[in-house]
């Protein structure tokens, strides 16, 4: 959500640092898994066990303990209420039993942590019912299928589409709040409609027919490309300077991976070999494109860390897309162009943390005499 929404009460200081390592743990442990499939030779423990989790749970780690956790905190910021940080606890907590290996209990505190998620949203809807809420609602309800097919033993492809339904409900719907004020062409919000439900519907038929599935889920992630690129206030924000523009590219361009992503579903539903392509275009290049768009205004307004935009908030986002490129674009070429375009993935994900805490140091450094000055005043 905007700054605005979520610049309410965010807890004690140790709440949000306990909450903060919860996602590093998630993240890092989703990455590792994620450049171990690929390939990449990660310095891990020998003895461990938790790498092996963490490959074999990659999917969960990154869309539910991960990025569950941190939509839910957002989520529970905006509702001002201190039961609704259950539901990213409870996603948090999920994802380090995975990583111990009690996967049974796990699963179902991933439908624990979904359930409250949804009676979070419910309760904003109810608040204010607008669109965009209702959506929010459905992306929520979405993760709670997918996390209850998981807790009762549905495979990983068959819960993915859910918890991918989850992500993209909430990042449209976020970007139908930015741009509520806008006026629209006759027809735009059917067309979304039509979209969104589409992308619904191809998560139901993926359970019973996984071709067919295949085939709707990636005509409505083209479509929905085409109407984020068509109708979002990007467009207009392109030409701005400073953040504003930042924001836009990261947009823009994760619109063109959604829309990549969707033309690699209908070739894997189609028999082609591009399920990499669709997962990763997707995941990586639509998704963590608009975090790394919403970052700089999200994550100030939740840990009340104020950051110093720059130009260097680029530099992670070329990473991003150039390696995914090289991964996704060579990686059916020769196997090495996927583990390096992964490993340049997993990099661009620890230099945009870099960024963010040296944001945050910059602005610190140039604003901290006026504070200071101000409060001998």
Same mark, same amino acid.
């Given at each position: ?53 963490? !490959? ?44 111990? #290996? ?17 009676? !979070? ?16 609602? =459905? ?14 033993? &549905?495979?990983? =492809? ?64 083209? =479509? ?35 829309? !990549? ?12 070999? =591009? ?19 919403? &970052? ?34 060579? #990686? ?46």
């Amino acid at each position: 959500m905007v700054a605005e929404a979520v610049a309410g009460r965010a807890g004690p200081l140790a709440g949000r640092i306990a909450f903060v390592a919860l996602v590093v743990v998630a993240l890092v442990a989703g990455v590792i898994g994620g450049l171990l499939r690929a390939g990449v030779a990660v310095p891990v423990p020998a003895q461990a066990a938790w790498p092996g989790q963490a !490959v074999l749970s990659h999917a969960f780690l990154m869309m539910s303990a991960f990025m569950g956790t941190v939509i839910g905190l957002e989520r529970a910021v905006a509702a001002k209420r201190v039961a609704a940080f259950a539901a990213p606890a409870a996603s948090a907590a999920s994802g380090l039993l995975m990583l111990a #290996g009690a996967a049974a209990p796990a699963r179902w505190l991933g439908v624990l942590a979904a359930l409250v998620f949804v009676f !979070v949203n419910a309760a904003l809807w109810a608040r204010q019912r607008a669109v965009h809420t209702a959506w929010l609602l =459905a992306g929520a309800l979405a993760w709670l299928v997918g996390n209850t097919l998981f807790a009762l033993g &549905a495979t990983v =492809a068959v819960a993915t589409p859910w918890w991918f339904c989850f992500l993209i409900l909430t990042i449209a719907a976020e970007r139908l709040e930015m741009t509520r004020l806008m006026r629209r062409r006759r027809g735009a919000s059917a067309l979304l409609l039509a979209c969104l439900a589409t992308l619904l519907v191809a998560a139901v038929a993926f359970v019973v027919a996984p071709a067919i599935g295949g085939v709707l889920f990636g005509v409505s992630l083209i =479509a929905l490309a085409a109407w984020l690129a068509t109708f979002d206030i990007a467009r207009r924000t392109i030409a701005a300077q400073g953040l504003s523009r930042y924001m836009a590219i990261c947009l823009l361009t994760g619109y063109g991976w959604l829309a !990549v992503s969707g033309l690699a579903w209908l070739a894997t539903a189609l028999g082609h070999a =591009a399920r990499d392509v669709a997962l990763h275009a997707l995941g990586l290049g639509f998704v963590f494109s608009m975090m790394l768009g919403h &970052a700089p205004v999200i994550l100030p307004a939740l840990t009340r860390v104020k950051v110093q935009f720059g130009w260097f908030f680029y530099l992670p986002l070329i990473l991003l897309h150039v390696s995914l490129a090289v991964r996704l674009l060579l #990686g059916g070429v020769d196997f090495r162009y996927l583990s390096w375009g992964a490993a340049g993935n997993a990099a661009a994900i620890v230099l945009f943390a870099a960024t963010m805490a040296g944001a945050a140091w910059l602005w610190r450094r140039q604003h901290a005499p006026a504070h200071a000055a101000a409060a001998r005043d």
